[in-house]
């Protein structure tokens, strides 16, 4: 079944570590996006690629970095430098970059709690 | 900057009801809409969206929404709620001006009473 995998569902992490949640597609999708999804606040755009070797910020994207070194991986690493890192995160992908029309298909998010 | 506003953040309806969800958007330009579902602990998935064809756009789960330019609104409708339906609901835009972004709203919660 083709869709989009992000693990792992819940991740804890020590204040001053950083951590990388993975997501990976098998839709042979060109656009991949990282959201944070806060409790009342819908979802944020963290960072998103419309191509391989390519990235743009998004409008939250100070404490976090991002790698697109295969079309169906884009990884998102919280460094210690995100103040307040505790969240829903979802990765989403779209068949084209650039397309404000496409969908985009969700992954399950990842639930990263800082102690 | 485009942007949705979603009036309501916790809507409750009986089962059987008719389900409205409200979206205004702020856009000199009419932008394109979708409105996403979300259920607890997953992912979005979409449920519609307007790409400036017809106005009125079906999507699943009997779910229907009509883009009305003169009220910048986009609001969600359903004709008779289901138990299942309860979820979390998203409306969200792109456009011409907001550089290849997704804009989410805050989000509603609808609830469904037996």
């Known amino acids: 079944d083709g869709g989009i995998t992000q693990s792992p569902k819940y991740l804890f992490r020590k204040e001053g570590q950083n951590v990388t949640l993975s997501c990976e597609q098998n839709l042979n999708h060109d656009a991949m996006y990282w959201y944070r999804q806060d409790p009342g606040q819908g979802l944020r755009l963290i960072y998103y690629?419309?191509?391989?070797?390519?990235?743009q910020k998004g409008d939250i994207a100070e404490g976090y970095s991002v790698s697109r070194e295969k079309k169906e991986s884009f990884p998102l690493t919280v460094t210690s430098a995100q103040k307040n890192p505790t969240a829903f995160y979802l990765c989403a992908s779209s068949y084209k970059g650039g397309s404000l029309t496409d969908t985009q298909y969700f992954g399950p998010g990842t639930r990263l709690t800082v102690l | 900057a485009q942007s949705v506003t979603q009036l309501g953040s916790h809507v409750s309806v009986s089962e059987g009801a008719l389900v409205l969800l409200r979206c205004n958007y702020s856009?000199?330009?009419?932008?394109?809409l979708f409105w996403y579902v979300q259920y607890p602990n997953q992912g979005l998935q979409l449920l519609l969206k307007?790409?400036?064809?017809?106005?009125l756009v079906k999507g699943i789960n009997g779910f229907e929404a009509e883009f009305k330019k003169s009220e910048t609104s986009f609001h969600l409708t359903k004709p008779s709620a289901h138990m299942s339906d309860a979820a979390e609901y998203f409306c969200a835009v792109s456009g011409p001006h907001t550089g290849n972004q997704f804009y989410f709203g805050t989000g509603t919660s609808l609830t469904v009473i037996p």
């Open positions: 856009s000199s330009v009419p932008p394109y």
């Open positions: 307007y790409t400036s064809a017809a106005t």
């Open positions: 690629s419309q191509i391989v070797n390519d990235f």
